[in-house]
């Protein structure tokens, strides 16, 4: 892309109605209207132009971003900090091992004691159902209360980096790949193209399923062809469930479910097989953490590690590749994979087939970082246009050669 | 506060002799003279109004601030992080856990070779009595004596953030919030107000005594009504006692010990009720981990534990708030208080007073940052006043909406 | 140094050819021509004297340097973040502790996830005989990998903190601070200097080869006589050996290996006494970690530590001092050391030694965060003699006073 493709972007966002996202949080895709998510997109692409350009991105002279995770990352946790960094935020880590948080401490008063400078914050939260997105939310709500009351001198926003319903910036992220393979950037390319969100066997058990459940809850808003393929007993939630039936009806694409892994694949676009855990084995787990119950927690493991094995032929091998849309989809993974032969003796996919798609998979993973600043551009920038091509024509350089 | 606010602060400031903070450190309040302690809390306030009206506050393009907790740490840890951010200085935290610090390695050693970029460095270290504010000054001394020896190009100075005889960015930022809440940030308002330091009960043992230390060695200097309360055998060291004794003398307030809670808050302007452990088991604990006597250790805390549960009845209940100065003296704590059928059973404050005051206390906390940034920039910028006034001028966007 | 001495050292870069050294990697200093190694101390002086100047070296408005440490590290530690910081890099570590890398993920995957945005990547691997430098190698090349397939839009350099065979930081910054204490800079000073690079005694074992390989390797292409001693069976990688021999050979200098540590002091203007462990029983340690024997690891501990004890007379004491040149030989040590009576009963070094010398050490140690930072200059700005006499000349600020 040259100067025209900054135009560009800066013609589709300018048609774009997205004043909502100011001072706002980011939970889930389906919060968030339509137009809204194309301008996530949109600035995505032009802050990766900027960069691409060697323009300074900077908005923040200085501020924190805080990121909180309750779990073991390393994509996640970079992609945040590089999101922050290109727009001038310091990443301060809440590692909750190192942190003086009393029994009985509300998080009303740590999310303020640690927000007086952040700007944003970051929370991935994917553990337990039915918790990750309260948490989330409460969060959110706690700075934003603070804020109200003259605490804080800015409203914190949130950017959920996962959660137990959805996972946001890597849906989002996805999609833009999806749509710079199929169309240069431009969404309207998705549509009516055959997306497969199948299940797949891996050795280990409790897999998020934010990912299958952001998956159709996002694509059926793009005019997709949208297959959830999974065995029996790994059923998503409900509630998402219905989202995507509502959004394919309301946007012109279709949504199935299907047991068979080989019907999903059939003349797909796309294909996106993952191994993740059935829902109701999710609650049965959070309900026995809560009770202390490690027994239980042991017995389940074992359950499910053999409700597994009984499916190792959900697996993505060349044969089943050939049924895809001239034995071509685009095989997509939120990465890491489990590779056959690879990382483990049976798993998600053939080495074969993985090491095909190597560079897009890495291309994939490589428009994360954009997406979270572009949320975070579009949360904190009351005129991201103007600001934005101002950064363009500033031409400060990020870095000097 | 508008412009003339700053001007206001500004003209303050003029008047002031503070030119020997430049360049030393800061240990103990009762170190400073009453002129210094002002220029702290002016040049907090300006640098917060600089902040509120999106005025870069950076004075370094590039530098270290060092932080060290000797302990868990979550509210000093984002405050230190917090002041070095809105001054363009990155933290880098000696963990000493991720160290490779010898076997008699010599601090002088250690403070030089984590240093050659550092402008200040932040440490904590209220755990073990007659330890924490020597290591501090061993540090300070350390840096020093490299950057006379030319090993430094800067002298790094230090804040203490907590030793085991003062907490002064703790009591420096208490003092500014009540100067807020009584006389719009002016210290003299402050004069004749009754404020009552005293201990209430905790169900854990062994919090550090540098908070009524720091209270009462810093509030008799403004001309208050300083009383502290506590049962029995909960003491605090006899140096700062007679600080606190001395400071009254010369400053016209009163400095009194009771051992009656109700005797404290009765008329009071100010409560700040705190659990802290007796300075002599504080003592016989540092002893005891000396010689490596964890069964005495044990014994210790259960000795204490019980003989807190013997004063179950210090504890601020809605009954005891009503003897107070109207009923209605501001109450506050250093946070995470231990609050009644909240995080413990029976704890130091009733959960309706805490309510009824954490606006309040989230205020109180907020000061924080601003004050170490404020000791930061009078430790290191020779004009302080020319340079505010500059920051104000130039008003580069700290961050660009 | 004045202007003047940044002028000459501008003088002396304009001479050098060092183009390769752009877009490339730092792994091992018999990779790089002696013009390159010159044109590292040039810089490294120069962003020094800047420093000095208070002048700022900020070449990134925005970007991370990923820090790897395969084992706890303070100064290396923070030295990496000071270089990164001069230069407006924010670091971000990769705690393999903290972070979801999956059994069997790739070096490949892993580097190019963390690297979307890395300018740098800083590793120090020193553990494993025939690994480390194998680990940076691939990092390298899959970083560089992912930059020509277009999945990173800039290509991260790698700079070896330490890795099995070679410390090139530490004996950059140590010849530039012999440089320095003998010739103002001038490599050209070492000229015929004897250098005696000697194992000592330590009751610790299995300290890295890589600080006597990598000093053989780089003084004898200073013209410097180097004398490697130690006691029998203490032999360092032959292949090192190999490339000392040939450097002297080449460079006018000399190369002896000695089983006297007197004879190694004799007449010489330098000794750099420090423990290490035998080459072919750190080879022996990498095979039973492999084999997970960790009997055979306790075995092999205990026995180095009997054959080490048999050395305690390989100690710096003043007697040895005397026979050096003029009694007077400056006397290095990569720290920390293990110190006679200080962190050990008998050690590496006499305590009056270590402590007339005292100052010199922390002077050595000093010069590595610049060393790392003009390598990083050197690897990713194009002019580099241009960048810097603008630097110089715009004047902006490090710190605001």
Known sequence: MGTQGFSEL?????????????????????????????????????????????????????????????????RTRFSFMSACNLLGLEVADLDEKKSQIA????????????????????????????????????????????FEEGILEQRPTVVSLQCDIDHPTQMMADSLHFAHYFGNGDMESLKGKKIAMTWAYSPSYGKPLSVPQGGIGLWTRLGMDVVLAHPEGYE????????????????????????????????????????????????????????????GIDELEQRLLQQNAKHKDWTVTEELMKVTKDGKALYCHPLPADITDVSCKEGEVDASVFDRYRKELYAQASFKPYIIAAMIFLQRVKNPKAKLEELYKADVKRMQE
Chains 1, 2, 3 share one sequence.
């Open 236 to 295: 998503d939630m409900d509630d998402v469930i219905e989202v995507a039936k509502k959004n394919a009806a309301e946007c012109g694409g279709s949504f199935t479910v299907t047991n068979s892994m080989e019907e999903a694949f059939k003349d797909a676009d796309i294909v996106y097989p993952k191994s993740w855990a059935p829902f109701k084995a999710m609650e049965e787990r959070t309900e026995l953490y809560g009770n202390g119950d490690f027994d």
């Open 103 to 146: 029994h009985g401490e509300t998080l009303l008063e740590t999310a303020n004691m640690v927000s007086f400078m952040a700007d944003v914050i970051g929370i991935r939260d994917d553990m337990y159902i039915g918790k990750g997105h309260t948490y989330q939310k409460e969060f959110a709500d706690s700075v934003k209360r603070g």
């Open 10 to 74: 800066m013609a589709r966002l300018e048609k774009l109605d997205f004043q909502k996202l100011y001072q706002d949080d980011f939970f889930l895709t389906w919060d968030k209207s339509r137009e809204e998510l194309d301008a996530i997109w949109v600035v995505a692409d032009a802050i990766r132009k900027l960069r691409e350009e060697n323009k300074s991105t900077r908005i923040f002279d200085s501020g924190l971003g805080i990121s909180i995770f309750r779990d073991n990352s390393t």
